[in-house]
Every structure is written in C-alpha cells, then in structure tokens.
C-alpha cells in the first residue's frame, strides 16, 4: 500500500509539473475582409491643383493575428484593378487600359505580409506590394486591431494610408503629367472571424 | 517620324547602290533592312518606353512580333526558299501572333474570363484571319502591284492608329506612326530604284513591283495593332474588322470594267475605296471620343446635357 501511495503521489507530482511547464498554444484568429465595411480609395493629383479621387469596389483578403505572438500575424489583400471607380464611367474606361492600370494584363493589386510588428495601437506590417506587374517591399502601419463582438459576430477593424508612386511600378512615364505620379491609398478593413 | 522614313530611305538607296545588279530578292532585303532600321529609330524618338521582357501588349508586338516577321519575310525573299515553305513560315507565324500578343494576359489565365476553348477558338479564327489578309494581298501584289497596294496598307495602319488612339489607348495609337512613315518611305525609295535605274534591275514588272516585305511587315503591325486595341484597349470588334479589311477593296480594281484601265486610274479606285470605309470608322470613333471624353478635357456641358466648346473673344 505504501508503494502504492508513493506510485499515486508520484504521478500526481509529475501531473503538476506537467502542468507548470507546459505552455497552452492558442491559434491565431482568422479574419475575412468585410466587402460591406471596408473601403479601399485612392487620390492623386490633376495638373498639380486639384486631386481626382477613386476607389476600388472589388476587394478581397484574409488576416490572421496571433495576439500571444504578433510576428506571427499575417495580412493579405487582392485589389480587382477592374473594379476602379472614379464616379465617371469615361475616365474608369480610360484608367482600365495599358496607358494606366492595363487591367487585361495586370488584372490584380496584391498585398501579402512578410513581417508583422505590434505597435502602440496597432501593427507595423511589411510585405511585398504588387502592382502592374511590378513587386516591392513596402511597410504600412495598421491602426487599430480591437475585436468587437456583434450579433455572435466577432469583428476587427484596422486603417492604413500610403503613398506610392507610379512610376515605381512599372507605369507609362508617358502617361505621367496631367495626372501625378504620386498617389495616396487609404485602406479601411473590418475583418470578419469564421 | 521624318527621321524614321529618312533612315529607312537611306538605307535602302545605300544597300541597292552596292549591288551591280538589283533583282527581287535584294530588293525585298533591303526593304526589310530598311524597315526594321527605320522601326527601331522610330519608336526611339516616339520614346515609346519599351522593356525586356515585354510586360504588355505593345511590347510584345515590337520586341517579339515584329523582328519574326521581318525574318520571317527576310527568309521568304529568297529565292532558293521555295514558295511553299515560306508560306509555311507565314501561316506558322499569323497563327502564332495572337498567341505571342495576348501572353500573360487574363484572357489565357485560368482565372480569367475565357475558357480554354474560348481562347484557343479565338487564337486560331483571329491567326487564320490574319494568314487570309496575309495571303489576298500578297496575291494582289504579285498579280498586278502598284504603289497603291503599299500606300492604301499605310492609311489602314495609320487609321488603326487613330481609333485606338480614340478609343482611350493613346500610347497604343503613336505606335502606328513609325510603321506609316517606314513602310511609306520604303515604299517610295524601291519606286524611284525601279524607275530611275531600270537598267541594273532585272525584274518582270518593275513599275508595279511590291516587295513582300512591306505587304508583310504591313499586314502583321496592321492585324497587330488593332488586335492590341480590341483585347487591350477599347476599340469594338466592328471597326477593328473594318479596317483590317479594308486594304482588300484593292481587290475591286480587278473586276474587268476596271482591270485594263490606266495605272493611275486604278490607284486612285484603290485609295478611293479603302478610303472610304476608313473615314466612316474614323468619324465614328471621334464623335464617341467628343461624346464620353468632353467633361474629362474641360469642355463645358450645356443643361441639356450636350457639349460645347469654350470660346474666348477678343472684345
């Protein structure tokens, strides 16, 4: 009985060390970019004196964020350049073609993530930013990152801007003038968990 | 595009000044010499930003299309090549053209709007078209010639140019300059050889001689750019049709009233009539252009929704 208390004890003690030492893994939460909620919209310059605005209307993506790990979190989005939508059905053709975003050649824009940093109200997030056949590293700060949870619906919701210049991507320098080089992308997701 | 067609002249006057005799085959190499130079220089001052790789359409049809037909046709001009093989080249090659021009694109992609069946039936309609066009002027040129066959494929590629140019494609549209201003020059300078030193040129009918070069070269960069335009840019398939066919009312002028006729009069029949359907398309693209692009270039719009141009009177 004695060994029998020492065989009980023992494994009891070896349960607890388990149990100290043990770290639990939690998966990241996966998100679904929200169509409904989100925004991706853009401006650039006329002739130097005014800003032309427009916005994408077919946008898709998925990001994980791992909260015990943050470099573990990951962002990706794909911009249908088909889907460009300056409020004028004229200048959208026009932006379609190969003298702009050549859409029949160039059909996406794609973000993917290859480093993730938490900061002080979000994350700093790099990755490869591809554009008209063109890939480079760029780094955006994502603002935000709160879960709210509606109608059993768990939502998360970030912003980021940046700017970029055409001509970095591989555009017509030709078609570069009347309409700036630069332009500034405004991205506002909400992220839907499965 | 002066400096193009003064390349393209020079080269080909210095080629055939070398040779003691001139017989079809120099001829057609110094015209696809002359072509090719003239190109190159062409779409250098038109800066028309070219890359290698090619990353579009346009790129593509200079960088790869174009230097296969100019071999291609380099090739076929000689004589010990027999006329079916370079047949076989040209066939092999207008069947490859669509094929080469829409590489990458999302018309072959899997994700794309096109099934596999849709773009290979559309590469193979599209590549035998071409090889047709191909085929009839070729014949044409080699039934009975005339300056008029090179000068009615200039005015269809220069209107390709102005309806892609129309359609919203501007950079596709300039690239249908050099091709004009070469294949014209060319065209003209293998004229005053034929004519001015007749004696050093041993070929059946030098008056109306067309080397194969220039219907070849004109052809493909015809087909090409309005290919480019239609997949790429936002010319309908109706008038891209039109003037790809157009260069064939050429054809009309063998029709027997008209066969037998003084040369002039059946050049100016040609001209006349590609002419024609040339305009049409022309007129229709820029009153669409005037209609959707008016607002986007500061043409003020009247309540009725119309436009008007803006005018500025001295009092």
């Known amino acids: 009985m004695i060994r029998f208390l020492s065989a009980s004890t023992q494994m009891l003690v070896c349960g607890a060390i388990l149990c100290v030492y043990t770290t639990p893994t939690f998966a990241a939460d996966e998100y679904d970019y929200d169509l409904v909620h989100s925004s991706v919209s853009f401006k650039a310059r006329h002739l130097d004196i005014g800003w032309i605005h427009g916005r994408f209307n077919d946008v898709a993506g998925k990001f994980s964020i791992d909260r015990e790990d943050p470099s573990k979190s990951t962002f990706s989005l794909t911009i249908k350049t088909d889907s460009v939508d300056t409020a004028n059905e004229a200048r959208d053709k026009h932006l379609r073609q190969p003298d702009y975003f050549d859409t029949k050649q160039y059909p996406t824009i794609e973000f993917k993530s290859t480093s993730t940093k938490a900061i002080d109200g979000g994350y700093e997030v790099t990755g490869d930013f591809t554009m008209h056949g063109t890939t480079n590293k760029i780094t955006i700060v994502l603002m935000g990152g709160k879960e709210h949870s509606f109608k059993n619906v768990k939502r998360v919701a970030f912003s980021t801007e940046l700017a970029l210049k055409r001509s970095d991507y591989g555009f017509d320098k030709n078609a570069i003038g009347a309409i700036g080089d630069k332009a500034l992308i405004m991205i506002d997701c909400e992220g839907v968990r499965k | ?315």
């Open chain 2, 1 to 315: 595009m002066g400096i193009a067609a003064a390349a393209s002249v020079v080269v080909v006057l210095v080629m055939l000044a070398l040779s003691r005799s001139i017989n079809e085959t120099k001829l057609n190499v110094a015209c696809v010499f002359g072509i090719g130079i003239g190109l190159a220089i062409g779409n250098a001052v038109l800066a028309l930003n070219l890359s290698w790789p090619p990353r579009n359409g346009l790129d593509r049809l200079l960088m790869i299309v174009v230097p296969a037909v100019l071999g291609v046709e380099l090739i076929a001009g000689f004589n010990r090549v027999p006329r079916v093989a370079a047949w076989l080249l040209r066939i092999s090659l207008s069947l490859a053209t669509p094929r080469i021009l829409l590489n990458g694109s999302v018309y072959l992609s899997s994700s794309g709007d096109w099934t596999a069946w849709r773009a290979g039936a559309t590469i193979v309609v599209c590549g035998l078209g071409l090889a047709l066009v191909w085929s009839l002027l070729s014949w044409l040129s080699r039934r009975s010639g005339g300056l008029s066959i090179s000068f009615a494929l200039c005015l269809a590629i220069q209107c390709s140019g102005v309806a892609v140019m129309l359609a919203g494609y501007i950079k596709g549209g300039a690239a249908a300059i050099p091709f004009v201003a070469t294949l014209l020059a060319v065209s003209l300078a293998l004229r005053v050889v034929t004519k001015y030193a007749a004696s050093r040129v041993e070929i059946d009918k030098p008056n109306g001689f067309v080397a194969a070069g220039i219907v070849g070269v004109g052809v493909v960069s015809l087909f090409s750019l309005l290919f480019i335009g239609r997949f790429f840019g936002d010319i309908s398939t109706g008038p891209a049709f039109t003037i790809l066919l157009a260069p064939l009312l050429c054809w009309t002028t063998e029709l027997p009233p008209l066969r037998n006729r003084k040369p002039w009069f059946v050049a100016s029949c040609r001209l006349a009539l590609v002419a024609i359907p040339l305009l049409v398309v022309v007129i229709a693209g820029k009153r669409e252009f005037d209609r959707e692009m008016s607002p986007l270039l500061g043409k003020a719009s009247k309540n009725d929704g119309t436009t008007q141009q803006t005018s500025h009177r001295l009092s």
